[in-house]
């Protein structure tokens, strides 16, 4: 017996169903298990369905081997409480790759209902659905799959430049596990008292109201040289001695009346207590590096602008068609996801610099074009639908798509930078700022009018 792996258990389930005679309603689910085994679920009472389908479904679950958990088909009298297991929101359409035939001709994709029950990674598939409004300020979190690219020494900059234009800031550190943003923008005797992990720590035993919110925000110094204030909201508070226990306890989730409160709500919800409480015109977060579960909270739970930092090395290339293609994968998610997206061009070398930036559009064209905007049909019936407004395929030389760079020139002034000296001590003048940084800036301060008008 052929053994099957994770790769294709999914695949097989699928195919297996394609072969089966069943009721066109209701339509089998699956439900994949932590351990990625999977089971077929039907929306209905056992004895509302037919027996020799049952059975059908049973044994087509049975030939998954390893990769399936028992005979029984799920349905609502395997539950408690069904309407909730089949009305929980984590059910996502999910586009299964067929692979070919056994005569080698491609199988065309096919689409499940799919409960996937991860350990972590969840909030990735849960983007945000609160609306921007008048009272709520733009969004916009500093992402990168790996350090060293200058993403906090970016979001520095940009807060620095917005604040002088007149824009009150909020900085978050949601990076918990390497916590630095605030190292560069406050000396560690002004920082606050408290910091997010506190919040969260707080917040699990019912403590995370105003007393804590009021003692975990402090000014920059770098609001001196500016018109508004930059407040920054640390990872990590003054005088911090437990801080890893904390952290082991951060990401727990919280009882409540309603259910267990998850990660990506407690971290929304501070965010909206914050800005009621400081009122900034725009809030930057500096993300947790790599695919985090805090990234996944932060890009697709909280961000109204994801600025996505990459070099052009096989690493980010590689790690970003990893994430694509999970929200391809969910085409709800994927379109409620890919035009908040912006990509940056990090550390641009000025050698070659011409050609460099122009191959690194090109890969990010074919990178978003190949998972995240819909394939342009070649048949005379597909074609009239690209004309609809809800085809969505940015030409590649738009400089308004996600896949444009937005660029940042490597600068040897910005290695090992101090943002809080000043120019007359040898800080850098705000000419090289702009040079370096411009191109982002001026994005940042688009989309924060866009989002006031």
Known sequence: MTVIRFNDALRKAVIALEGLDLPSAPKPRLMRDVFGRL?????????????????ALSNAQLGLGNYA???????????????????????????????????????????????DRQVTGQDWLRPNSQPESDRRPHRIVFFGLKG????????????????????????????????????????????????VVDWLIEDAVGQGGDDVLTRMVATSPLSESTYKEIRVAAAIGHGET?????????????PSADGPKK??????????????????DV?????????????????????DTALLFASDGAQSWSGYKQLFSHWQRRPDIAKRVRDRLAIVRALTPQSQREARVERFKRRAYELFAETLYDEIPSD????????SEAFYHPGESDESAPHAPILIDWDE????????????????????????????IKFVQERVEESSE
């Open 380 to 387: 005379p019936d597909g074609l009239q639908a690209v004309a």
């Open 413 to 440: 002034q910005f290695q090992e930078f101090d943002p809080m000296l000043r120019q007359e001590n040898g800080g850098v003048k705000p000419a090289r700022i702009e040079a370096t940084f411009g191109a982002l």
């Open 263 to 280: 990660m990506g709500q407690r971290l929304t919800q501070l965010l909206m207590e914050l800005e009621v409480q400081e009122k900034p």
């Open 148 to 195: 060293g690219v200058g993403r906090s020494t970016a979001l520095c900059m940009t807060a620095w430049s917005l604040a002088k234009e007149g824009k009150k800031v909020l900085l978050v550190d949601l990076d918990l596990e390497s916590p630095g943003l605030s190292s560069l923008v406050l000396p560690p005797d002004r920082l606050a008292e408290f910091g």
């Open 39 to 55: 089971r077929f679920a039907l929306d209905c009472r056992a004895d509302a369905y037919p027996r020799a389908a049952l059975e």
């Open 242 to 254: 437990d801080y890893l226990s904390k952290l082991a306890r951060a990401y727990a989730d919280v």
């Open 69 to 115: 958990t028992s005979r029984e088909v799920l349905t609502h009298d395997s539950f408690s409480f069904p309407e909730k297991v089949f009305g929980d929101p984590d059910w996502h359409l999910t586009l299964v790759r067929l692979g070919e035939d056994e005569d080698g001709n491609p199988r065309e994709d096919a689409s499940i209902l799919l409960l």
């Open 283 to 303: 809030v930057l977060i500096d993300s947790r590096a790599g695919l985090h579960d805090l990234a996944a909270v932060a890009i697709t739970g909280i961000a």
